[in-house]
């Protein structure tokens, strides 16, 4: 079956120079971003994507540049700063405590100020969800950081085929749900931007490697790229084991072989004497070649039968494991449960109850409330029992406990 080919480009986009620029018909707003931005949220798209089997986890952060609001809005992304997730509800980019004053600070660092020429302009978010959508989360950090006019990129990556993006923007005092914006290949050379320029031999830098996945990624643009051909060489070994994962049983493996082979090849080699060159005499290669070759063969066996191995059939989940826990946390009890376990995503209510030594307290919790995956308490004795029970219909319910007993010292 033919792999489904990206999304066309948007009649309201066009090429702007080094940038990408949609500007809708009827639509009052311009938005460009630079060609080399698309590059370098790629590839970190994309390693966020193969850190996770099957879904991948999300990325997100902040997007900066420029905004004007006169008649049109008028927004041009000129970078952007990733704000790490600690991903503890899984691979959805939702912020924990800890994650906001991350964020926040992130923010904080880009307010507008005389001796910057660029601002927070926006909020950007990878989606690997199953509806390309904004969430109750991003509206949140929406409506708390990023005040009119500001801007959403949302950015869908697959592993085998191109990204698709688009953005959703404040209209007519209303931030939509679903993105206003048409869809949009997220990738330069869809987007009919010129191709990345490449390095002269010699100049210190490893030239880029042709990756399975184009990620949008030259070595040169990274901060920290090494110079010299090693350097360069575990670079790009590097951004093939971050996307290799992302590829699917039929994925071309090889590809990736091969790109590692060119980065280390990279490198100048040692300049032989001349005569030195010529002594060597030419029958020693026929062997050597017949070597080579053998070598290929024996190797390329050992690889075809790793890949035609079956995979392990999945471990069944126990559907009546809540995954109960309590630890201490600062001045108070963290407990918490699993939130992939199958009685917790059926569960239609639940209720706490906590025996904290002679008393006891019966907490009700809401389906947000589990979502959240526990809840601090602020004990009183020693000994402390949680028992969480879940309710999955009118008459069935899961219970399970947890208990913490503290030390004096603590």
């Known amino acids: 079956m033919p792999m489904e080919g990206p999304p066309p480009v948007p009649a309201g986009g066009t090429t702007a120079g080094s940038a990408f620029l949609y500007s809708p018909s009827g639509k009052a707003v311009s938005i460009s971003i630079e060609f080399d931005i698309i590059d370098r949220l790629n590839f970190d798209i994309m390693k966020g994507y193969g850190a996770v089997p099957k879904r991948g986890a999300e990325v997100g952060g902040i997007l900066l540049g420029t905004a004007e609001q006169g008649d ?17 509800r899984g691979p959805s980019y939702i912020l924990s405590e800890n994650d906001m004053a991350g964020f926040r600070q992130t923010i904080e660092q880009w307010a507008p100020a005389p001796d910057k020429r660029i601002r927070v302009v926006g909020y950007f978010r990878s989606n690997t969800r199953n509806e390309f959508k ?9 409506d708390a950081h990023f005040p009119a006019p500001a801007i959403c990129l949302l950015v ?111 490198s100048e080699p040692l300049q032989k004497p001349e005569n030195a060159r010529k002594s060597q005499p030419s029958w020693v290669w026929i062997p050597l070649s017949f070597v080579f070759l053998l070598l ?39 407990v918490k449960w699993n939130l992939n376990a199958p009685a917790v995503q059926k569960a239609r209510r639940a209720v706490l109850v906590i025996f ?55």
């Open 72 to 88: 049109r809005l008028v927004i041009r992304i000129e970078d952007f700063v990733t704000v790490p997730c600690e991903h503890l």
């Open 134 to 142: 904004l969430g109750a989360e991003d509206r949140k950090l929406l």
């Open 156 to 266: 869908r990556p697959y592993a085998t085929r191109i990204g698709e993006a688009a953005y959703c923007w404040t209209e007519s005092g209303t931030l939509p749900d679903e993105p206003n914006g048409e869809v949009f290949p997220f990738r330069r050379k869809e987007l009919g931007g010129a191709p990345r320029p490449k390095r002269a031999p010699g100049q210190g830098h490893t030239p880029q490697a042709e990756l399975p996945y184009d990620t949008g990624f030259t070595p040169q643009e990274d901060a920290h790229t090494h110079h010299g051909g090693l350097a360069g060489s575990a670079m790009a070994s590097a951004i093939i084991d971050s996307i290799a994962p992302t590829l699917g049983a039929g994925g071309d493996r090889s590809a990736a072989a091969e790109a590692s082979e060119s980065a280390e090849s990279s």
């Open 296 to 334: 290929g063969v024996v190797l390329g066996f050992q690889i075809s039968m790793s890949f035609n191995k079956p995979a392990a059939p999945a471990k069944q989940a126990d559907p009546y494991n809540l995954g109960v826990s309590v630890a201490r946390s600062g001045d108070s009890l963290h």
């Open 356 to 410: 904290d030594g002679d008393s006891r307290k019966t907490v009700d919790l809401g389906l947000d409330d589990l979502a959240r995956g526990g809840v601090l308490y602020r004990n009183h004795a020693s000994t402390v029992r949680f028992r969480l029970e879940i309710f999955h219909s009118d008459t069935g319910s899961i219970v399970e406990s947890a208990e913490i007993k503290l030390v004096a010292s603590e």
